[in-house]
């Protein structure tokens, strides 16, 4: 597709459950990153993949986000024993490469834990 | 880390007015940009400027890196031109700030 897309745009799952969410950046581009916004906040850094790689991750909250890029395309951020605090609008962008070329951002994906 | 400030962090102004906002940063960087977030939450890629001046339309935009700043105008608002306006930087991953919170009245 021309942009970056993510899917489901809404997921409302339970405390204490595993949750999904995927990347599909734009083609060509190299490189990907998550963030994580919360209402009134600015976006903030999850994590970076160059190509299949995760560059940086320093933004992980803890151990039960995890992401993965396995053939350096898409992506998928996993959440496991999902938490209330969880709850926020996880965005995905990417770039042609690395620091050089403009971010492009996908609409996010709304998740609510309940 | 780097630090982004950006101010003024909310701003209220009649349709037809200009404006600046501003966003300083607290060490070199390798490019930095201006992003838009509408009121349905899509964030949109106004500038991408490390240097120099651009400008869109009714948008223009300065970074002066060697004085670690960048300056977004925005001339003849409009109400669509509502939102909040945030300026990123990249050292090696990208950095948000907190954004300005822009409100034209009809």
Same mark, same amino acid.
């Given at each position: ?22 990347? +599909? *950046? ?16 600015? *976006? ?12 940086? +991750?320093?933004?992980? *909250?803890? +151990? ?5 890029? *396995? ?14 605090? +969880? ?28 | 880390?780097?630090? &982004?400030? !950006? @101010? ?13 906002? %501003?966003?300083? $940063? #607290?060490?070199? &960087?390798?490019?930095? !940009?201006? $992003?838009? !977030? ?8 106004? $500038?991408?400027?490390? @240097? ?17 700043? @960048?300056?977004?105008?925005?001339? #003849? @608002? !409009? ?6 306006? $945030?300026?990123? &930087? %990249? ?9 300005? %919170? ?5």
């Amino acid at each position: 597709g021309a942009g970056v897309s993510q899917t489901p745009s809404n997921k409302v799952t339970e405390k204490g459950k595993y949750v999904e969410l995927r990347c +599909d *950046p734009i083609s060509g581009h190299t490189a990907l990153y998550w963030y994580r916004q919360s209402l009134g906040q600015g *976006p903030e850094f999850l994590i970076y993949f160059q190509g299949t790689g995760a560059a940086d +991750d320093s933004g992980l *909250p803890n +151990d039960r986000f995890f992401a993965v890029r *396995p053939e350096g395309s898409v992506s998928t951020l996993k959440i496991q024993r999902t938490e209330r605090g +969880d709850s926020a609008v996880y965005l995905c962008a990417s770039s042609l490469y690395g620091s050089g070329s403009p971010l492009h951002f996908g609409n996010g994906t709304r998740l609510t834990v309940t | 880390g780097i630090q &982004v400030e !950006q @101010s003024p962090p909310d701003l209220i102004l009649q349709e037809g007015a200009n404006s600046t906002l %501003r966003c300083n $940063f #607290s060490d070199s &960087v390798n490019n930095l !940009q201006w $992003f838009h !977030q509408n009121p349905w939450g899509q964030l949109i890629n106004l $500038f991408y400027i490390p @240097s120099g001046t651009k400008q869109n339309g009714r948008l223009s935009a300065t970074t002066v890196a060697t004085e670690r700043y @960048s300056l977004l105008y925005i001339s #003849s @608002s !409009q109400t669509t031109d509502s939102g909040v306006y $945030f300026c990123a &930087v %990249r050292d090696d991953k990208i950095i948000f700030g907190k954004g300005t %919170r822009l409100h034209i009245l009809p």
